[in-house]
C-alpha cells in the first residue's frame, strides 16, 4: 500500500518511517514503464508575469482512468498549474507531456484536439446563447460529430438534453456548471481538467458536482480536479497532490491524504473553514 508521500512539506514531516517508505513513490505514476502517463507535468516553473513564479516546481501525473485531485492553501497555484496544462499561463521550466509527447506551451486550441477539454471557475458556460448551442461551441473543431457526441453527453447528464432550447443564463449554478461539463466533453477528451467546479454552490449542489465528477469518470475520461472542499474531493480521487507556495508539499492516495495527520493539521483544517465562511 503506498503512503503519503511529502516532497517538499513546510516545516513539519511525515514520520521517519513513513518517509522513507514514500520516498519511493514520490512523482511516480500509476502507469507502468511500458505505457508512459496519460498526462505527466514534471518540475514546472509558470507565473503570469515575467520573472514573476507562482509555481516553483509543480508535478503530477495522471494516469489512464484515474481522477487526481488537487488542493492547497489559497495562493498555493492550484489553479494556475491547471491552466499551464491548458496552455493558458506560460511554462518556462520544466516539462508537460501527454501520452508521452511533449506539449508544453501548447496552444489551447491544439490541445483541445489532441484530447484535453478544460473547464473553468468562472465564465464557463455563453450565457446568451441554448443548452444546444452550448454543445455546438464545444463541437465548434468537430462540426460533423456533433449528433454523436450530443447523444453521448446527455446520456451522461440527461437534464442538458431536457432543457436544451433553454438559455444558459437562466440556468442555476449547478447546472451551469453540468452545462460548462458537457461543452467540455464533447471533443471526446481523454483528459478533463476542472477548476473548483464546486465554488459557490450549496452543500447539495456541491455533491451533486462530484457525482457528475465520477460519472464523467466511470464514463472514460480521466480528470484533474482543483478543489477548495479539499475533503470531498479527496474522497473521490484516486491520488491527490497537496500544493503550497507552487510546489508539491505532499501527495500520495486520496484516502490516506484524507486521514494523515499531517495533512490534517496543516491543510484541511483551515481549507474547511474557509469553505465553511464561503458558503456563509
Known sequence: MSETTPTTAPAATLAPATATACAN???TSPATSAQPPLLDADELVAGYLPGVNILNGASLTLGQGEI???????GAGKSTLLKALFGLVHISGGSLKLKGENITNMRADKLVARGVGFVPQTENVFPTLTIRENMQMGA???????AERFDYVTSIFPRLAQRSTQVAGSLSGGERQMVAMGRALMMQPAVLLLDEPSAGLSPMLQDETFIRVRQV??????????EQNARRCLQ??????????GRNAYSGAGRELLNDPKVISLYLG???EAVEEAGQ
Open 140 to 146: 465548434f473543431q468537430a462540426p460533423k460529430l456533433f
Open 270 to 272: 483551515n481549507l474547511e
Open 68 to 74: 487526481v485531485g488537487i488542493i492547497g492553501p489559497n
Open 217 to 226: 469518470n466511470k464514463a472514460g475520461v480521466s480528470v484533474v480536479i482543483v
Open 236 to 245: 473521490i480521487c484516486d491520488r491527490g497532490y497537496v500544493l503550497d507556495q
Open 25 to 27: 513513490t514520490a512523482g
